[in-house]
């Protein structure tokens, strides 16, 4: 296994910049996640690694050896596509182990250990009872896994996995998501790890970064990337419902009080810190401070009653009612803003247009500067 | 507004591929009821039946006690909505909406009014003289909904209408869909094969599988009281946990650890037959306390193998020192006690979620009420 790193690199399709100057590091025996809407480039830079895609600007290196040069062969790579890309005449065992009688990976193994190994993957990632099968006969599921288990089943430099698991029901994506973490740290594989999926990256990932357009948002471990997003794009791409994201404006008073307020019902004074966070943030139109505030759903208080004086009111525009927590929702002007709470821990038993407290947890709050438009969907 | 019964129907495909069997059920006036299984289930062919697109082969359907078997889809005053918007595209959201009224030969200012109302409820007006090509995907979904309610249907009949949803977008939208039912009030059915959005969204859920009800019921009866091994996993992401136990009393169980023999009381009883066999027990993995007190009898010791990060909450991978070292999971909330991988932990095992299933998968397990 080795580190992959890539410094300044970039890539274009025509006029267009696909891949826009981007440097990370995959340490060795790390997993490492690339998450990012439909179109952002993450295949693009498997492919980059893979070295099936050319680049047109920067280094890609394996450990100290820059590979740009090499042909794909030459850099042992193991890939998992997410159109799976399966010999349709060859069936599941002879699918899983292509890679191994490749001749240019030289393994030379016996009939016997070739067995050994597809049978092990196989049965790792519950295909073991399907070998016998083609291809055709499988669910898109079942097609996924054996795509899974070939690109596994050899020990390369590094394995790209595209979308490896974005096929499988919402059940058997928990469970093999489990098991490409124990293959991970079981061989101390470097898996580079592409998904749209931000529950897969933030489960799997021991570093991770989020991309858009072609250019990298943030990078960082998965909890920095949840509880500290740099970018309200990267807050609005983690979470369950995702970040909130408020449009106000600081007002400060004559007092040395910084206060938030959106709209004429949204208002509260910020702390000391919070107040710091926001300063940095705003942008000046139409002589108002204006700023972002986001806030996720777990860290706003909803109750009947005053909570406290930075407490604000609001009518509620629903309640969803799920097994262990519910989601109170109100509308602002441009944005709708969630509130989780979980069973009993809260007012949950609200209904709609009834004016409720609501708190904002200050220790949590974050503030950007606006770089996606807000709307109702 | 309407009450909807389904009395022993069947759906029987070409003389003898079951669809739907014996099944029964009723969708109260103003309800909310989701459909709910996986794929090849029996849902569409259940929902098809209610709209009038599908025969029913035996059994009775019914909207408010009349049964309508051999009435057509458009007598039996149903909105469909569908997954695709299937809108028209040269006409103005406005002139979608209007569709099924001028159809009917209304007069221009009734349909005004009434278009006008709807679109306030769904949040439209704005967008009235826009084309459907213009809007975002939840608007086109809206539109679509609004030109099946403003026909004031006994029944609205909605399949799986969020599936292509931006996940990003799926809270807000059920809260929409919340909100409209409640200002509405219409009798709704909805077919899904996503079980969080039919916990989030509905009343009640009639749980299909194998052309068979398993169940019918409102959440929390369906997650708390699931009556077999079927429902109890595919309710709740993840799934219930599953390991083995023997039954050492009508209310008790005992599980074989590395630290002995761990008993384990029950929140109800267990027919006598039972004691002494070795059965599956079941609990959420919501539902296991992590223990401060390692000291008591319910409390079950495991090693933590992997840890998944999931934003407000973490899911724990634990090897349960059972004999067969079974594999479970346990969802903590983030801000609590911290593990790593490789730790040991004590998992308390209250009586209240423990789960029993006997060898048919049935849950056996008798709570008083």
Known sequence: MVEVRLENVSKRYGRKLAIDDISFTCKEGEFFSILGPTGAGKSTILKMIAGIEPINSGKIYFNDRVVNNLPPHERNVSMAFESYNLYSHFNVYE?????????????????????????????????????DRKPQNLSGGQKQRVSLA???????????????????????????????REFAVNYGATIIYVTHDYREALALSDNMMVLRKGKIDQLGSPEEIYHTPKIDFVGMLVGEPPMNMVDGVLINNRDG???????????FELSKDAAIKAQKCVGNENNNLNVRMGIRCEYI????????????????????????????????????????????????TCHISEEVWLEIDQENICFFQKTIELSKA | MSRVDCNNVWKIYGGNVIGVKDLTFTCNDKEFLAILGPSGGGKSSTLRMLAGLEEISKGEVSFDGVVVNEKGPSERNIALAFESY???????????????????GMKNNEVDKQVNAIAKVLNLSAL??????????????????????????????????L?????????EIRAQIRRIHEELGNTTIYVTHDQAEAISLCDRILILTNAEKQQIGTVDEIYNKPVNKFVANFIGQPGMNFMQCKVESQKSVSINTNVGVKTLELAGTVDPKYIGSEITMGIRPQQIRIAENKNLESIVPGLIKMIEFQ????????????????????????????????????????????????????AIIERKV
């Open chain 2, 163 to 171: 599936s292509h949803m931006d996940q990003r977008l799926r809270a």
């Open chain 1, 257 to 267: 009080k910084t206060i938030f307020k959106a709209g004429s019902l949204f208002e």
């Open chain 1, 95 to 131: 699918n899983i182990a292509f890679p191994l009688k490749a001749p240019k990976w030289k393994l030379n193994l016996s009939k016997e250990e070739e067995k050994a190994k597809v049978t092990e993957i196989a049965d790792f990632l519950g295909i073991g009872q399907l070998l």
């Open chain 1, 150 to 180: 070939r690109a596994l089943v050899r020990k390369p430099q590094v394995y790209l996995l595209d979308e490896p698991i974005a096929h499988l029901d919402a059940k058997l994506k928990f469970t093999t998501q489990t098991l490409l």
């Open chain 2, 311 to 362: 934003g407000d909450t973490s899911i724990l991978i634990i090897e349960l020192s059972d004999t067969k070292k079974t594999e479970i999971r346990v969802v903590i909330s983030a801000g609590g006690i911290k593990f790593k991988r490789g730790d040991s932990c004590f998992m308390d095992f209250r009586p209240e979620f423990i789960h029993l299933f006997d060898d048919t998968e049935k």
């Open chain 2, 86 to 104: 299937a809108l028209y595209y040269r006409m103005s959201v406005f002139e979608n909406i209007a569709f099924p009224l001028r159809a009917k």
């Open chain 1, 301 to 348: 208080k909803v109750s009947d009653k005053k909570i406290s004086d930075n407490s604000f009111r609001l009518p509620v525009y629903a309640a969803v009612h799920e097994a262990e927590s519910s989601v109170i929702t109100f509308e602002l002007e441009n944005s709708f803003l969630h509130s989780r709470i979980n069973r009993g821990k809260g007012y949950d």
């Open chain 2, 128 to 161: 009235l003289q826009k084309k459907p090509a213009e809007l975002a995907g939840g608007h086109q979904q809206r539109v679509s909904l609004a030109r099946a309610l403003i026909r004031k249907p006994n029944v609205t009949l909605l399949d799986e209408p």
